[in-house]
């Protein structure tokens, strides 16, 4: 029992080093004993005793991005006039970047097209190689619109509040 609860801690305590995970089941070896201690709350206790805040680290993608703009929002709302201008002027900066690296990815895939065309006329090959490039393409804009967005969340967060 006292060895699942250990497993169980080392699991919960994954954000840390080895070393930290030995110390820490090392000072807390009675309360593992214990069978009424919740795993979750000891490792919730440990990571705020060391200053961590885990809800940081468990953000997935999708929330990720929601948080951004929703914290994006809230930037936009309580802004003055020329900023507000500065703000809509850059998102559609933004969106012309996005739109303009679409461009390189479709000339490479009709580069490819033609030497499939020369080594075969199967249409599954043209499937393929759109679809590659067609998820090459969406990760790359994915992550090109989290890095620009959250460059812009930095740089209007400590402009002037009306």
């Known amino acids: 029992m006292k060895e699942k609860r250990i497993k169980e801690l080392k699991q ?6 080895d070393t930290e995970i030995k110390k820490e089941i090392e000072e807390n070896i009675m309360k593992l004993e214990d069978s009424t201690i919740n795993i979750k ?7 705020l005793k060391r200053g961590l805040d885990i809800t940081k680290f468990k953000i997935g993608v999708i929330d990720g991005l929601i948080n951004i703009i929703g914290e994006m929002v809230n930037l936009f709302k309580n802004r003055d006039k020329d900023i507000k201008k500065k703000m809509v002027l850059e998102i559609i900066y ?30 599954l090959y043209y499937n393929l190689w759109n ?8 990760i790359t804009i994915i992550c090109t619109f989290i890095v620009f967005i959250r460059n812009f969340n930095n740089k209007y967060k400590d402009t002037k509040v009306i």
């Open 12 to 17: 919960e305590l994954k954000y840390l080093v």
């Open 41 to 47: 709350d000891l490792a919730r206790e440990i990571y």
């Open 94 to 123: 933004i969106a012309i970047i996005l739109v303009l690296i679409k461009i390189p990815f479709d000339l490479v895939r009709d580069i490819g097209y033609e030497y499939i065309e020369l080594l075969s006329t199967n249409i």
């Open 131 to 138: 679809l590659a490039f067609l998820l090459i393409y969406t």
